[in-house]
């Protein structure tokens, strides 16, 4: 076994390191100011070419991080899941804060995901919320809001906004700051304009929504109106809708980056 293949390996049971595969999640690391510590690359020169066509403004970024190219057969020991571009990375995750996070005084929401059981999902999650510029994303649960998985699901977009994991984060939350807002079947129909900017967005699993304790917690309990029969939508599509229905109303003002795809 490869001294590379051992890094990856060991990387991804590493709380302070996170797994970038492909392209675009490299890209997004590198734009939002990622520490990389290795990149392995079949042909570096065509991940410039992409470059070149789809972030310009990283161009040059791509060749002088990969160095030498590296086998595809040793590319395939060193993930489960070798990118299409076949390129793979490793970063250092940022801190995390979920004090700071959650008693800041930010005029825009906070996404929280009670006990998400799927990673991919959580990755969609984080990649919506990074583009309507929510403050951030906290899960509750087992599951590491970092996995691969989950990074594959967001392209890169984790470094675009913090991100973590935190069990006592609703127990946290003090009364007169953030507001806490479950998103919950039972709850009133959600009024766009009404939604507070600095509000702390709760969803719940698919399956199981929110739980008792954090519905009890909650200073309102908002639905998305849905065509009748229709049960529930996926976990990111309903973030989706409620960052967006606040973005195009009251968070018109939201700053904006002008970047390529």
Known sequence: MSGL??????????????????????????????????????????????????????????????????????????????????????????????????????????????????????????????????????????HDPWDPSALRGSAGLHFALPVGRDDGFVDGLARGGRPLLALDPEGDVLDPAALPSDAVLAFGTERHGLSDALLARADARLRLPMRAGVSSINLATAVAAVLYAWRLSAGAGVSERSASA
Do not use: C, W, Y
Request: net charge neutral; charged share 25%.
């Open 5 to 142: 293949t051992q890094r990856f390996q060991r990387a991804r049971g590493n709380e302070r390191l996170a797994v970038l595969e492909g392209f675009h999640a490299l890209k997004h690391a590198l734009r939002f100011g990622a520490e990389i510590e290795v990149v392995a690359a079949v042909d570096p020169d065509a991940l410039e070419r992409m470059a070149d066509e789809l972030a310009p403004d990283l161009a040059g970024r791509f060749r002088a991080l990969a160095g030498e190219p590296v086998t595809p057969e040793l590319l395939r020991t060193l993930a489960p899941h070798v990118p299409r571009t076949q390129v793979l990375a490793l970063a250092r995750r940022p801190p995390f804060d979920a004090a700071a996070l959650r008693d800041a005084r930010d005029a825009r929401p906070l996404v929280l995901l009670e006990d998400p059981r799927d990673r991919g999902n959580v990755g969609a999650v984080v990649r919506v919320a990074a583009g309507a510029s929510a403050a951030g994303v906290v899960t509750t649960g087992m």
